[in-house]
């Protein structure tokens, strides 16, 4: 019957398919906004234990430990090997004067846990000679825009001067500065001079030996806080989520999407349902029952629903797809647990929309069909 | 408030039956009464044998479904639907396969002069033709009674003589009454009895043979 009615069945389905674009969309930004703050620890694929001091929140505010801490978390039972991690912020500066505050990992000298698996260029090894550098991607475009990716090239840090002898693919960090990886000797020598610049060990457990237990171990033979990269992860993730306004923001937006989609939709489907009641009446007086009537009606909403949402899906998906190649929007991605999600508020929009209408229609007398 | 009173009328199988009578004197509401979608607050009513008051709820709605044929005034076509599949609403209620409901459908059309638009929608068909899909509707299943509510007050003259006269050839049996509600008095050689209505009564009720109680 409502395809009868061309104007509010676009009109229904443009109300789903703009609230599942919204939804879906905004809630796929939050999410890869949200992984953007733990990026750095999701980088890290070869140790599965991060230590840290005790009070640490998350990734990136850190107290550093001492060399000392070091060597007492290499002779915990169960711990395989432990390195060193520098995290913080420098300033590099290009050959043309161009700079930017980047974040930079210094990794351990030896292994260089840390270093992200994808590698555009180079090879990681030559992190080991002195006055290099790994820079991602982002950093690359950045300071030379438009060029091919090449080795050699050299950046400025704290007056000294790196070469770029690798570049990586990093996961997109939260504040979408560039990532520069070096040596931990190197990292500690270009930052600002401190007694300690051990940010985080990383450590991974001897075979046998389960992360959890490990980490356990960990804090309680040195006092300081050990958890899996998972556990901090998520720690960190959860940090931003309770102290930033992200969360409200984005949730304000996806409940006016949520509201809005189900008014439109409830109000166009109710319009259509007392338009059409001599329809429904006359149905009702030929014999079909309330329950194949309501049946008629929810099938009608479940179509406009499916079809709706498979728009604003789409939708989603083409910005998404547009956007792929766009370094600032790495990470931001519509996960499959967004689209069930998406599915089931619309369902639930369409459920509300629904409702007042199947109401009207069950209490309506038949007999309504012979009145002028 | 009182719409029906004193009401005592019969409504004999093979033949038409108009229920006439000023606006507001209760056609409509008798009407209702008669096809159980309205139930009596007093008195008795016997549809086909069965006492009405016996039949409630989900009885009522598969005796409407089984027995009766209705014919509206403004048709109330299901917009979405084609000719054929208006027709076979009532076959697809009674639980029909969906192909075999509509062939009876579009075969009925064929026999009212509409096979050639049976995958029309409503809104590209006439007055006419809409009313003619209306009576396929009611007639598909072959009720044992049909009401019509003022099947001629959307139409002009010249239509409404015509599908009259269709109504007349095929919907009047030897096993079926039919019931028309109208005001139309253009329409009233189609009848075999005439009751007429006035102030919640049934007055008279003529005959066409001429006789008159």
Same mark, same amino acid.
């Given at each position: 019957m409502l395809t009868g009615d061309k104007a509010k069945y676009l009109g229904l389905i443009f109300a789903i398919a703009f609230s599942t674009f919204l939804m879906s969309h905004q809630v796929s930004i939050f999410c890869g906004l949200m992984n953007r703050t733990a990026s750095q620890i999701n980088d890290v694929h070869d140790a599965s234990i991060w230590v840290m001091d005790a009070k640490t929140q998350y990734v990136d505010e850190v107290k550093a430990l001492t060399d000392q801490d070091l060597y007492r978390i290499r002779g915990? !039972?169960?711990? !395989?090997w432990a390195v060193p991690l520098f995290k913080g912020t420098s300033r590099a500066k290009g050959a043309d004067g161009k700079f930017r505050g980047v974040i930079l990992m210094g990794l351990d000298d030896s292994s260089l846990v840390g270093l992200p698996r994808s590698i555009r260029l180079g090879d990681a090894k030559a992190l080991r000679d002195p006055e290099t550098m790994a820079l991602d991607e982002t950093g690359y475009r950045f300071f030379f825009p438009g060029e091919p990716y090449a080795l050699g090239r050299t950046l400025d840090l704290n007056d000294r001067t790196l070469k770029i002898v690798a570049i990586v693919n990093s996961s997109a960090p939260f504040v979408n500065l560039p990532v520069v990886y070096t040596k931990y000797t190197q990292a500690v020598q270009l930052v600002?001079? !401190?007694?300690?610049?051990?940010s985080f060990v990383l450590a991974r457990s001897a075979q046998g030996f389960n992360d959890e237990d490990v980490a356990r171990r960990i804090g309680a033979g040195t006092g300081l806080k050990a958890v899996t990269g998972e556990a901090f992860g998520w720690e960190t993730i959860w940090y931003y989520i309770n102290n930033t306004g992200i969360p409200i923001n984005f949730g304000i937006t996806v409940v006016i999407a949520l509201v809005v989609g189900t008014v439109v939709a409830g109000q166009t489907f109710y319009l259509f349902t007392v338009e059409n009641l001599k329809q429904f009446g006359a149905l009702k007086a030929i014999g079909v029952s309330d329950w194949r009537i309501v049946r008629m009606i929810l099938m009608q909403a479940l179509i406009v629903g499916a079809v709706g949402y498979g728009l604003g899906i789409a939708m989603t998906a083409t910005f998404f797809a547009a956007t792929a190649d766009n370094l600032d929007l790495r990470g931001f991605r519509m996960l499959p647990q967004i689209m069930v999600g998406t599915a089931g508020a619309v369902f639930l929009i369409v459920f509300l929309a629904s409702a007042i209408s199947v109401r009207r229609v069950i209490v309506l007398e038949p007999a309504v069909v012979f009145r002028g | 408030m009182k719409v029906l009173r004193g009401v005592d009328f019969n409504v004999p199988v093979g033949e038409m039956t108009f229920l006439v009578g000023p606006s507001g004197c209760g056609k409509t509401t008798l009407l209702s009464v008669i096809a159980g979608l309205l139930n009596p607050s007093s008195g008795s009513l016997a549809v086909l044998g069965t006492e009405m008051a016996e039949v409630k709820g989900a009885r009522a709605v598969e005796f409407r479904r089984k027995n009766l044929g209705f014919v509206f005034q403004q048709f109330n076509l299901l917009p979405a639907l084609t000719a054929a599949e208006n027709a076979a609403v009532p076959l697809l209620a009674a639980g029909w396969k969906r192909k075999t409901a509509v062939e009876k459908g579009a075969a009925l059309l064929d026999e009212l002069g509409l096979g050639h638009r049976a995958k029309a929608l409503p809104n590209t068909l006439s007055g006419g033709q809409q009313q003619r899909v209306a009576f396929a509707r009611a007639l598909i299943h072959e009720p044992k009674l049909i009401v019509c509510d003022e099947p001629t007050s959307a139409l002009d003259a010249e239509t409404g003589h015509y599908v009259m006269e269709l109504l007349r050839k095929i919907a009047v049996r030897p096993e079926r009454a039919v019931l028309v509600v109208t005001h139309?008095?253009?329409? $009233?050689? $189609?009848?075999d009895r005439i009751a007429h209505m006035n102030d919640g009564l049934v007055e008279r009720v003529e005959s066409s043979t001429g006789g008159t109680h």
């Open positions: 915990v !039972e169960g711990v !395989e600002g001079r !401190e007694r300690n610049q051990l | 139309d008095n253009r329409i $009233f050689p $189609f009848a």
